[in-house]
C-alpha cells in the first residue's frame, strides 16, 4: 500500500537555526498538510496546500513557518529560526481530491531544539 | 468553537471487553467524523469515519455512533484484543477537498490478555 514517508525520522537542532523537514506524499495525492504534535498534547493542524499554495493555514503558522513543493514529489516544511517551543512531532498528511477522501499520515519527524 | 473534547484521557479494559471512547463537538459546520489510530512511533492511520446523515457505522470490530443534535459521537470496539493497545484520536471536519482536521485530545487505551 501506497504511504507518506518524512525524513528525517529525528531532528535535533539548536535554538534560532533553520530546520528544513521533508515528505514525500503519496503519488496521486493531491492535497498535502501538515500537522504537529507537542509531547502529550492532541494533534494540531498547521496548514494545507494546493495547486502549489497555501489553501488553509492555522494561527499556530506564523512567519516563523514556510511550506513549499520544490518537485513533483517532496513536500517541505522550513522552520526559519527554532524556538524552543517548536520542539514537537511533525507529521505530513496528503489526501486525493474528493469530500471524504481520508488523509494520510505519515510516521512523523521528531523535532528536538536544544 | 473549533474544538473537539475526548473521554476518558485513558482506558483499561480486559481482552473481548468494549471500549467506549467518547467525543463532542461545537461547530455545526463539521460534517465528517473520523477515528484515527495510533501506535507509538508511528503516524495516525484512518480507522473508520462517519457522516452526520448516518446515526450508527460498523466496520468490523469497530462502531461509531453519532448523535446529531447532542452534537457527540462515539467509539465502541467490540471483542477488544491486546492489538488494539493504542491511542485513538476523534478528529472533525469539513467534508470538502482538503479541509483541515480537528482533533480531540486522544485516548490511550490498554487491553489486557
Known amino acids: 500500500e501506497p504511504e507518506v514517508t518524512q525524513t528525517p525520522s529525528h531532528q535535533v537542532t539548536q535554538m534560532g537555526q533553520e530546520v528544513i523537514l521533508r515528505c514525500v506524499p503519496i503519488?496521486?495525492?493531491?492535497?498535502f498538510y501538515w500537522y504537529r504534535q507537542i509531547l502529550g498534547q492532541k494533534v494540531e493542524f498547521l496548514v494545507s496546500?494546493?495547486?502549489?499554495?497555501?489553501?488553509?493555514k492555522s494561527e499556530i503558522f506564523d512567519d516563523q513557518f514556510s511550506v513549499e513543493r520544490p518537485d513533483g514529489s517532496n513536500f517541505t516544511l522550513k522552520i526559519r529560526s527554532t524556538k524552543l517551543e517548536d520542539s514537537a512531532m511533525y507529521f505530513c498528511a496528503s489526501s486525493e481530491q474528493g469530500a471524504d477522501q481520508p488523509q494520510h499520515f505519515g510516521d512523523g519527524t521528531r523535532l528536538s531544539i536544544l | 468553537q473549533q474544538q473537539v473534547k475526548q473521554s476518558p484521557q485513558s482506558l483499561i479494559v480486559q481482552k473481548g471487553g468494549i471500549p467506549i471512547i467518547n467525543c463532542a463537538y461545537e461547530n455545526t459546520a463539521f460534517d465528517y467524523f473520523p477515528w484515527y489510530q495510533q501506535f507509538p512511533g508511528k503516524g495516525p492511520a484512518l480507522l473508520i469515519a462517519?457522516?452526520?446523515?448516518?446515526s450508527e457505522k460498523k466496520e468490523g470490530r469497530f462502531t461509531i455512533s453519532f448523535n446529531k443534535s447532542a452534537k457527540q459521537f462515539s467509539l465502541h470496539i467490540m471483542d477488544s484484543q491486546p492489538g488494539d493497545s493504542a491511542t485513538y484520536f476523534c478528529?472533525?471536519?469539513?467534508?470538502?477537498?482538503?479541509?483541515?482536521?480537528?482533533f480531540g485530545e486522544g485516548t490511550q487505551l490498554t487491553v489486557n490478555p
Open positions: 496546500f494546493y495547486n502549489n499554495e497555501i489553501s488553509e
Open positions: 503519488s496521486n495525492h493531491l492535497y
Open positions: 478528529a472533525a471536519s469539513k467534508r470538502r477537498s482538503g479541509s483541515r482536521l480537528t
Open positions: 462517519i457522516r452526520p446523515d448516518v
